[in-house]
């Protein structure tokens, strides 16, 4: 069983920056791929970006060059670093982690970004 632990939600105003942290624990040996998902009142879950155990990352389009997704292997640990927040950036971002090819979810963290 893997646990999700995230933090780093808050609110701040447009323009400014926040960073999420999502730690697994538990009883981990193979980690495919960590990401980080956001849902707004009214709205579907969305990818906002993704890293593979190779390194490679996923980004949705409206986040692209200004979000940045990193890991840290050895805490098992992901990260996203928020830059240029918006208003439209509001919602409550969860983390994903895909572990022996099953998927488990953190319990999300409230990212409000005022204008």
């Known amino acids: 069983q893997v646990q999700l632990a995230e933090s780093g939600g808050g609110l701040v105003q447009a323009g400014g920056s926040l960073r999420l942290s999502c730690a697994a624990s538990?009883?981990?040996?193979?980690?495919?791929?960590m990401g980080w998902y956001r849902q707004a009142p009214g709205k579907q879950r969305e990818l906002v970006a993704s890293?593979?155990?190779?390194?490679?990352?996923n980004y949705a389009d409206s986040v692209k060059g200004r979000f940045t997704i990193s890991r840290d292997s050895a805490k098992n640990t992901v990260y996203l670093q928020m830059n240029s927040l918006k208003p439209e950036d509001t919602a409550v971002y969860y983390c994903?982690?895909?572990?022996?090819?099953?998927?488990?979810w953190g319990q999300g963290t409230q990212v409000t970004v005022s204008s």
């Open positions: 994903k982690v895909i572990h022996n090819f099953q998927s488990y």
């Open positions: 538990g009883s981990i040996f193979r980690i495919n791929n």
């Open positions: 890293i593979a155990i190779g390194g490679s990352t």
